[in-house]
């Protein structure tokens, strides 16, 4: 089996579980579409079930990926609910999000956020700051 079936596998047999059950540790999932590559990966320190498909999970960290399989994006929080879908999620929290992309040229963070994958959507709503790296054009004469 590769790490994307077990991700898949893994997501499938908590989905099962029903809510009020205790916490699950070092919960990990990865999304992928049918035959395609892998769109994310989520590593909690905790997921607690509350609804089908639906987590509180405590000190996630959620890694995407581009169309052509390459890291794009990582993410860190201390705490939201993480809601799966057959092929994206929804992640919500009043509490802090980092966000920074793999080659260090945008990072974002805040307080209070929704992020909608679906539907490439990402709103922080308090105390956001972002930060674009960008390189400059030098100026004539100068190597």
Do not use: Y
Request: with cysteine; net charge positive; aromatic share 6%.
């Amino acid at each position: 089996m590769t790490g994307g079936l077990i991700g898949l596998c893994l997501g499938a047999v908590v989905w099962a579980q029903a809510p009020g059950l205790k916490p699950i540790r070092d919960w990990t999932f990865t999304l992928r579409k049918p035959g395609g590559p892998t769109q994310g990966t989520f590593r909690g320190e905790t997921a607690l079930p509350v609804a089908d498909r639906v987590f509180e999970v405590q000190g996630i960290e959620v890694n995407t990926f581009r169309k052509d399989g390459e890291p794009d994006l990582r993410a860190k929080a201390p705490e939201c609910r993480v809601q799966l879908t057959n092929d994206a999620f929804l992640a919500t929290s009043a509490g802090r999000l980092q966000v920074e992309q793999v080659d260090g040229r945008f990072e974002l963070s805040g307080e209070g956020f929704r992020w909608d994958h679906g539907a490439q959507h990402l709103v922080i709503s308090n105390r956001v700051r972002t930060t674009v790296l960008v390189r400059l054009p030098r100026p004539r004469g100068e190597k």
